[in-house]
Each structure stands twice: as C-alpha cells, then as structure tokens.
C-alpha cells in the first residue's frame, strides 16, 4: 500500500498541498482528480522523491522511499523521461541495464500492442507514441505500483483508447496504480478509487462502486458537485 | 556490471561523438601546424640562402635551429587544446543541465534508477575526469608522431631534436602532463575538488533555483576561502610562519575537505532537495 500522510508543499510562498492524505492499494487504480494546478503532479514527484516536502510523509509498504523502492514503484509521468536521441530499443536497453524488474518479454508484447517500431528514434515519434514507449517503459517493470501522470494529455482519441485498454489487461492486473488527470471520461468504469484535491487538501476521498451503489453518482456527478457547487 | 560503472559508461557515450571530434581536431590541427611551421622555417631557409645569399651557418646564427619547442608555443598546437579545455569546461556545466533543460526530461530517469543518487553525481564527475586524462593521453601518443613529423621535414642540420619527455617539460605544458606523481597528484586533485564545487554549485541552482544561484556563489566563496586559507596564513603571517612542504600538506588536506564536503554536499541535495 502507498500512505500519504499529511502531505505539504510550498511553492514559493504559496501553499499547493496543506496536508493531503490518501493510501493506494496494491490491485486498485487510483485516481487523483483535480483541476489544472492543484498539485496533482507535484503529489506523484513526491512519492517519488523528485522534489522535497514541505512536511508529511509517504510510505511505500510501511516504508520511506529508498533507491530499492524504484524497483517496486514506477512513474510514468506525461513528457517522455529518455533521451530523445535514443531509439525505443536503445531506450529497453537502458532500462534492462539498470532495472532487475525489467520483464522483456513483457516489453516486446507491448511494443506489438503499441506497434511500435525498435529502430525508431524517440525524437521522431508523435506526441501518442512517445506517450506508447512512456507506458511501455513503465509497465514492462515488474513493480507492484505504477504512478501514472495525466497519460491521455493531449493524445487522439484512437491513443486514447488504446492506452485505456491496457488498464484492462493483464499487464496492470493485480498492481496498484495511482493516476492523475482531470479528463475522466475515457477511463472512468476503469476507476476503484478516486481522490478529489480542490484548494490543497482531498476534499472527497470515495471508492466509486461504493458511491454507485449507494448514492448513485458517477465521479463525474460527485465532481461536479465539488468543483461546481 | 554494477550500476556505477554503467552509469560512467552511459554519461561518456553521451558525449562520445563530441569527443571523438575534439580528439580529431586536435590531432589534425597539430600535425597540420607541424607542416605549416615547418614549411615556413623552410620556405625562410630557402629564401635567405637562395635568394639572400646567406650560408647555412648565418642563415643559421641569425634565425637558430627549428625545435618542437616552436611549434608548441604557436596557435596551432595550443589552440587546439584551449578548445578542448573550453570544451569540458563547458561540459561540466551541460553534463547537468542537458538532463533538465528544454523538453529534456531525462533527470526524471536519472534520479529514479534504482541506486544510490551519490552514483550519479559521482559518475558524471569521473566521466569528466575520464575524459581529461584521454585528452592528455591522446596528446602524448601523438607527440612523437608530431615531432617525427617535424623530423621528416626539417633536415638535421636545420633542427634541434627533442625528446617528448623535454617537449613536456614546457611551462604549459607540464601543467597538463605533470612530471612526477605528487605533482600529478596536486594538479589533478585541484582539478576534480574544483569540478565537485561547480557541480554541487550547479546542485543548488537546480534545488532552489534564484536562490540556488545566490547559495552555490557563496558556496563557491567559502570552499575558495577553505582552500585558500593556508596561503592566506603565509600571506598574513609571513613567509617564514610556514615551511614550504607544511604549505602543501595543509594545502592537500584543504582540498581533500573541500572535496569531500561537495561530494557529501551534492549528494545530500540530491537525495532531499532536488526538484526536477
């Protein structure tokens, strides 16, 4: 499970976090909602140690985040994070260098997933397949917990709903993914869990079966209620 | 092969084609400056005994013998590696900014590899260093190509030989090639402790940003004041308040301070202050 307790952030003087919390399970999929600038990013950076807080803490399965915790939880975030000069298989090569979790043969189903060509160079490919070799960098770890950062910005449609597929398949089964967007749409049935942020704190913290059932609203339903109340 | 030494292996074929060129340019630029120099102590020859009427002897008491020497101090050799040192000068900086900068995003990448984030500053500080001492080892097997060059075209009677170990003997270039192992050991050390300054400098521009650029100024300021500080004692306190040999020791006891607290320094930034 990934705790986030009492998570803060300071930009400058002003406060982006005032004390988000919310866990992620192991086999759900997350989402954290909110609109433009309310530190939906900023949340997956710091579960990732890629920027410092301002006070909280987060916990990956009862543990600090530590250079062994990389091999447990990636993130994907929306901007391709390999050099744009290598090709899709120097950038595998790369990951299989580094990463004891990277699975291969995982990778090569995804690149047919994707049709995606090896010899391509990062730098030529189009805003949806450098978001392809993004997820397939990502998803080929064999970690338990994925952190996805606004993966349909600004994508086609035809992407949109290819990237939406993988989260029905095999390949995010039984893992814990923790996703940011603010276009709900097209992934909305996809959704266990979702966290909505408005003015730094998780204002509505609901699982979406449960809401449903219950209370019959969609996320987009309670949203609206949230964000235009 | 562990993750450090794939790390040095990546950064330097980052900047391996640069190199190749840098090396290239080097050695093309200093053997064409043989033959230029060379060519022209000729043509010279030639004119004062042809057409000045001069004899070999007084053509040879009033100019003197072609040496390496000649070559060395001109443009053609040295210019070639001011640029090479301009070139990683610069690359110290770039080594970090590339991974952030424009739609760079690899830092990403970097700072989630599965190791120590001390791995990564360290790599980057010896692929630097790497690539200075393939520069100098580069430009000392090529030295006595350059210098059989010059022995091909000058005949001699119209040159004075030199042994490579003399040519590096040169003031500047003895800086680049030190002589014995202490030396080797002063100046190469100054130069790795003054790349871990920079690059802990550069560590908080990248953590705090304007700020970061006030903080790596003074932190630059306080190291040059570490290192500096057993000069200064001799400075204020006189010549004598020190032997020459204790100047040294406290000298490389300075350094080996300041680079470790860089090291320490950029490697606590890295792990709780860097923000990509």
Known sequence: ??????????????????????????????????????????????????TPLNGGQILIDGEKINKH??????????????????TIREAMQFMADFYDSWNQKRATELLAFFKLKEHEKINNLSKGNRAKVNLLLGLALDVDYLLM?????????????????VFTSHLVEDRGVIITTHEISDIEHLIDKSVLLDDGVVVKEFHTEDMRETEGKSIVDVMREVYQP | MNRFVKLVNFELSRFMKVYLVLIAMTVIVQVAGVIVKANGYMADANKAMYEDMLSQEQFLEKY??????????????MGPITICVAALIFYVFIIWYRDWLGKNTFIYRLLMLPTARLNIYVSKMITIFLMVL???????????LENNVLK??????????????????WKYLSMLVPQTFSEFVLYYGAGFMALTVVSTAILFERSFKWKGIIAGIIYIAITVLIFIWPALLVFIMGRDFLYPLEIVGLETAMGIIVTAMSIWVGNYLLNKKITV
């Open chain 1, 1 to 50: 499970m990934i705790e986030v307790k009492d998570m803060k952030k300071k930009f400058g003087r002003k406060s982006v976090l005032k004390g988000v919390s919310f866990t992620a399970e192991k086999g759900e999929i997350t989402c954290v909602i909110g609109i433009n600038g309310v530190g939906k990013t900023t949340i997956l950076n710091a579960v990732m140690n890629l």
């Open chain 1, 69 to 86: 915790s990389y091999e447990k939880v990636t993130f994907i975030p929306d901007a391709i994070i390999m050099q744009p000069s290598m």
């Open chain 1, 149 to 165: 950062d606004e993966p349909f910005s600004g994508i086609d449609i035809f992407t949109r709903e290819q990237i939406a597929e």
């Open chain 2, 64 to 77: 003197g013998q072609m040496a390496f020497i000649d070559v060395a101090r001109s443009l053609w050799f």
């Open chain 2, 134 to 144: 393939g520069l100098v080892s580069v430009q000392l097997i090529f030295l006595p």
């Open chain 2, 152 to 169: 091909w075209m000058v005949p001699t009677d119209f040159r004075s030989d030199m042994t490579v170990s003399q040519i590096i003997n």
